[in-house]
Structure formats: C-alpha cells, structure tokens
C-alpha cells in the first residue's frame, strides 16, 4: 500500500504568518510522530500520538506550536506566527504501535514538508 | 539528558571495502538502536533494529553490533557500492515511550 504522505512537500511563507502541515499516516498505524529536521541534524521529536490523543507533546517547542489528530488518521502540525528559526524540514512518521519495543515500533517515514520562513 | 552522538565528519571510502559507522549514547540505557538510511530530499528509512541483549544482527551486507558496556552501536556495510552512499542515522527509543532520539548522522560516500 501506499506510503506515509505529506502536503505540501514545501511552502514558503512570511514571518508572523500561519501555516498548517499535513500527513498521511499508512492506513491502520496507530502511533503517529511529528519531527523537525535542520540542516545536518538528525531528527528532532515535537510530538507523538497514540489514536487520537497526543500520548507525548514534550518536544514541542513553545506553544505556538500545536497537533491535532481528530480521527486518529490524518495529522495537522499549525505553526502561529511563524519565525526564521521555525525553518527546517518536518517530518511526520507512523508506526504499527508507540511503546512496544522492537519491530512494532520500526518507524515509517514521510518525504518531510521544507518550510522556509522568510 | 538522553544524547546519541554519531560521527558528523563524512566517512569516505572506496567501492568494495567496509564501511564503518559508530553511534554512541550517554546518560541512559536504551532497550534497543535503531539504523536509518536517509537520502537527500527523502524520509528516513529503516534498515535495521538491535536489542540491548544481542550482541550482533545481520542482514544481507549490514552488520550492527550493540555493546553496552562501551555504550555504543557499531554499523557496517560491507563490499560497499556506490549505491550506498547515503546519510545513516542511529536513534534509540526515549524514556517516555514511542518517540524516536536521533543522533546527527554520518554521511557515507563510496567512490567507485
């Protein structure tokens, strides 16, 4: 089937201005995670659900940053008034299960969303 | 805090010999490491998965060992190809549950 999906795969927006991210988790994955990649980084977490409910919002930066996964299938990450420093690619991964260990928690990624705050 | 920490200088090597990457992690004990393939433009991928009671596991030209007693996580790839010149990242489960600690990566680059 298909893969983890993410619109827009960029978008270009100015500081103090909002936007929304989108991901489509694989079809049946309960454990849905956002992330945020910079430049030679790694990923960094801001948040993971488990179904509907947010089960670890620590990575989160401040509270301009929100999630919300109402079905427990689509995920939105809403960024409010944008800065520089929010630019980065975000990934959105999903997952069989959130706490198990081994192969249930093998993560599936998303080709990531570029956001460019100018 | 929970660290993993890769080498972020760029391994370099030519075609046909091992390559070989380190992941190290402080300050916790992780049950298992992860490794991950990355691409320019892309998500990361899964390769494979090495629990704190395994020593080594394989698969097909992979080889990651798990030492505990170093804290460290070593990852080959052998008779390398050109094709497997990528970004590799090591990432461990957190305290808290699902979410993923990342190290920076290292970035393979194999010359035929």
């Known amino acids: 089937g298909a893969g983890v999906s993410q619109t827009p795969s960029n978008k270009v927006t100015e500081k103090g201005k909002y936007v929304e991210l989108r991901c489509d988790p694989i079809?049946?994955?309960?454990?849905l995670y956002w992330y945020r990649q910079s430049l030679g980084q790694g990923p960094e977490f801001l948040i993971y659900?488990?179904?509907?409910?947010?089960?670890?919002d620590s990575g989160l930066p401040n509270d301009r940053f929100f999630a919300v996964r109402p079905e427990g299938s689509v995920s939105t990450l809403k960024i409010q008034r944008t800065e520089r420093g929010d630019s980065a690619v975000y990934l959105c991964?999903?997952?069989?299960?959130?706490?198990?260990?081994?192969?249930?928690?093998?993560?599936?990624f998303g080709p990531g969303t570029r956001l460019t705050v100018l | 805090s929970q660290k993993i920490e890769q080498n972020s200088e760029a391994l370099n090597i030519q075609e046909g010999k091992t390559a070989t990457l380190t992941c190290n992690y402080t300050n916790y004990s992780p049950a298992y490491l992860q490794w991950y393939r990355q691409d320019p433009g892309r998500g990361p991928v899964f390769l494979l998965l090495?629990?704190?009671?395994?020593k080594e596991k394989r698969k097909e030209r992979l080889k990651v060992t798990f030492d505990t007693t170093l804290k460290q996580s070593l990852f080959h790839i052998t008779a390398s190809q050109p094709a497997d010149s990528a970004t590799y990242l090591c990432a461990s489960r957190g305290n808290q549950g699902g979410k993923l600690i990342f190290g920076q990566g290292t970035e393979l680059s194999v010359k035929p």
């Open positions: 079809s049946g994955h309960t454990a």
């Open positions: 090495i629990r704190e009671n395994e």
């Open positions: 991964a999903s997952s069989l299960a959130g706490t198990s260990g081994g192969a249930y928690n093998e993560q599936f």
């Open positions: 659900f488990q179904g509907t409910g947010a089960a670890d």
